[in-house]
C-alpha cells in the first residue's frame, strides 16, 4: 500500500480536530498586516524574518515568540480574520469539526476585554456553519505559568459566555507547573457544566498525566505522549477510553520526538489508545491536518484501518452530543479505502 494511497484515504475521511490553539494558526503574513493595521511595532520586519525565527529546541522557545505574535491581536475584526483564515484552511483538508483553543488571559495582558475575542471567534463559527455545514466548539484555556487567582478571575469574566463555551483547558508551560495548582478552578468549571482538558505529557512526567486524571478530573488528555513511560498509566489510560490529543508536527518542531519515525502514535493505537491527530500550532509548526497526516503516514508504518481509526477517535472524543457523533462515525465507515 503507497504512502500516496493512504494520505489520498486520509484525505477523503471526515475529521475533527480537537488541539487547535487559535492563535497558533497566525500566520506570519497575517501578523504583518494586522501589525500594519493595529499600528504595531513588531520583534519582526518581515515575514521571511518570522518564519527564519520558528526554531525551537523546547516548548519555552515557542511559547516566547507565540506570545509575541499574539500581540497584533486588536479587535473583534483581528479574531474573526483569525478565525476564518483557519477555517478555510481546514476545511480544505476535510475538517468538519473543530474544538478550539483560545487564551483570553493572553489578551486580557494587553487590556482586551473577554468579548473582544470571543465575539469574533463567534461571528466567524456562524458563518462556517451557515455557509459549509462546519461545527465549532470553543475551550477557554488557563495559562499555567499564571496562579489560580488569575485562571479563577478569567472563568468569572468568561459567566456571562459560558452558553457558548464547551470546556477548559491548561496549556503553557509546563514543567514546574503540575496540574495539581488548578484542581480548584477546574472543579469550579466542572460545577458550571463545562467539560475539562488539559496538556500534560507533552514535556512533563508522567505523574502530570497522572495528576490530570486524580486532581483534575480531565474528560480529554491533550498530547499525552509521555503517558508510554508507565505501563500502569497506559492501562488506566485505555480502561477510561481516554482521547488522546496528539499533535505529530508539534512533537517534531519542539523535540519531543527526534525523528518521526519515532513517534509514539502508532504504538499508542496498538496499545488500544484512543490517540488523534492535531496540528496544535499549525501556523508555528509547519502544516495543518492533513500536512500531520502526510507526516505520520510517511514515516510509521500505519494501515488504512489505522487512519480510519484516528478520525473515527477525533469524533468519537469530541464534545458533540452522542447524535452528532453517531452521523460523523455512519460517514467515515461509508468511505471506501480504494476510489
Ligand atoms: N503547548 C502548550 N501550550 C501551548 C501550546 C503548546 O503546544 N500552544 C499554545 N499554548
Ligand atoms: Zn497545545
Given at each position: 500500500?503507497?504512502?500516496?494511497?493512504?494520505?489520498?484515504?486520509?484525505?477523503?475521511?471526515?475529521?475533527?480536530?480537537?488541539?487547535?490553539?487559535?492563535?497558533?494558526?497566525?500566520?506570519?503574513?497575517?501578523?504583518?498586516?494586522?501589525?500594519?493595521?493595529?499600528?504595531?511595532?513588531?520583534?519582526?520586519?518581515?515575514?521571511?524574518?518570522?518564519?527564519?525565527?520558528?526554531?525551537?529546541?523546547?516548548?519555552?522557545?515557542?511559547?516566547?515568540?507565540?506570545?509575541?505574535?499574539?500581540?497584533?491581536?486588536?479587535?473583534?475584526?483581528?479574531?474573526?480574520?483569525?478565525?476564518?483564515?483557519?477555517?478555510?484552511?481546514?476545511?480544505?483538508?476535510?475538517?468538519?469539526?473543530?474544538?478550539?483553543?483560545?487564551?483570553?488571559?493572553?489578551?486580557?495582558?494587553?487590556?482586551?476585554?473577554?468579548?473582544?475575542?470571543?465575539?469574533?471567534?463567534?461571528?466567524?463559527?456562524?458563518?462556517?456553519?451557515?455557509?459549509?455545514?462546519?461545527?465549532?466548539?470553543?475551550?477557554?484555556?488557563?495559562?499555567?505559568?499564571?496562579?489560580?487567582?488569575?485562571?479563577?478571575?478569567?472563568?468569572?469574566?468568561?459567566?456571562?459566555?459560558?452558553?457558548?463555551?464547551?470546556?477548559?483547558?491548561?496549556?503553557?508551560?509546563?514543567?514546574?507547573?503540575?496540574?495539581?495548582?488548578?484542581?480548584?478552578?477546574?472543579?469550579?468549571?466542572?460545577?458550571?457544566?463545562?467539560?475539562?482538558?488539559?496538556?500534560?505529557?507533552?514535556?512533563?512526567?508522567?505523574?502530570?498525566?497522572?495528576?490530570?486524571?486524580?486532581?483534575?478530573?480531565?474528560?480529554?488528555?491533550?498530547?499525552?505522549?509521555?503517558?508510554?513511560?508507565?505501563?500502569?498509566?497506559?492501562?488506566?489510560?485505555?480502561?477510561?477510553?481516554?482521547?488522546?490529543?496528539?499533535?505529530?508536527?508539534?512533537?517534531?518542531?519542539?523535540?519531543?520526538?527526534?525523528?518521526?519515525?519515532?513517534?509514539p502514535l502508532k504504538r499508542m493505537l496498538d496499545l488500544g489508545l484512543?490517540a488523534?491527530?492535531?496540528?496544535?500550532?499549525?501556523?508555528?509548526?509547519?502544516?495543518?491536518?492533513?500536512?500531520?497526516?502526510?507526516?505520520?503516514?510517511?514515516?510509521?508504518d500505519?494501515?488504512?484501518?489505522n487512519?480510519?481509526?484516528?478520525?473515527?477517535?477525533?469524533?468519537?472524543?469530541?464534545?458533540?452530543?452522542?447524535?452528532?457523533?453517531?452521523?460523523?462515525?455512519?460517514?467515515?465507515?461509508?468511505?471506501?479505502?480504494?476510489?
Open positions: 500500500m503507497t504512502a500516496a494511497a493512504l494520505i489520498d484515504f486520509a484525505r477523503r475521511l471526515p475529521k475533527a480536530e480537537l488541539h487547535l490553539h487559535l492563535e497558533g494558526s497566525l500566520e506570519p503574513e497575517m501578523m504583518m498586516a494586522l501589525a500594519r493595521r493595529n499600528k504595531i511595532s513588531l520583534a519582526f520586519k518581515s515575514v521571511e524574518e518570522a518564519r527564519a525565527a520558528y526554531r525551537f529546541t523546547k516548548l519555552q522557545d515557542f511559547l516566547d515568540l507565540y506570545y509575541e505574535g499574539t500581540q497584533v491581536l486588536r479587535t473583534e475584526e483581528d479574531f474573526f480574520d483569525l478565525t476564518i483564515a483557519y477555517l478555510n484552511r481546514a476545511r480544505a483538508d476535510n475538517v468538519r469539526h473543530v474544538e478550539f483553543f483560545f487564551d483570553p488571559q493572553g489578551h486580557a495582558e494587553r487590556g482586551l476585554p473577554f468579548g473582544v475575542s470571543i465575539s469574533g471567534i463567534l461571528t466567524a463559527l456562524k458563518m462556517s456553519r451557515a455557509q459549509f455545514g462546519m461545527t465549532g466548539k470553543l475551550i477557554l484555556c488557563f495559562l499555567r505559568h499564571l496562579d489560580e487567582d488569575a485562571a479563577f478571575a478569567t472563568l468569572k469574566e468568561a459567566e456571562p459566555w459560558l452558553d457558548r463555551i464547551d470546556a477548559v483547558g491548561l496549556a503553557s508551560s509546563e514543567l514546574g507547573h503540575p496540574p495539581e495548582k488548578f484542581a480548584r478552578v477546574f472543579a469550579a468549571a466542572k460545577e458550571r457544566g463545562l467539560k475539562l482538558c488539559a496538556h500534560a505529557g507533552e514535556e512533563g512526567p508522567p505523574d502530570y498525566v497522572r495528576g490530570s486524571l486524580d486532581h483534575l478530573k480531565i474528560d480529554r488528555l491533550d498530547h499525552g505522549n509521555r503517558s508510554l513511560e508507565d505501563a500502569d498509566l497506559v492501562a488506566r489510560l485505555k480502561d477510561l477510553q481516554m482521547t488522546l490529543t496528539v499533535c505529530p508536527l508539534s512533537n517534531l518542531k519542539l523535540c519531543v520526538v527526534k525523528d518521526m519515525r519515532e513517534h484512543k488523534t491527530v492535531n496540528s496544535d500550532d499549525p501556523a508555528y509548526f509547519g502544516g495543518y491536518m492533513m500536512a500531520n497526516f502526510e507526516a505520520v503516514i510517511e514515516a510509521l500505519l494501515s488504512a484501518e487512519i480510519r481509526t484516528l478520525t473515527k477517535n477525533s469524533f468519537a472524543g469530541s464534545f458533540l452530543s452522542d447524535g452528532e457523533k453517531r452521523a460523523h462515525l455512519a460517514a467515515i465507515d461509508k468511505v471506501p479505502f480504494q476510489t
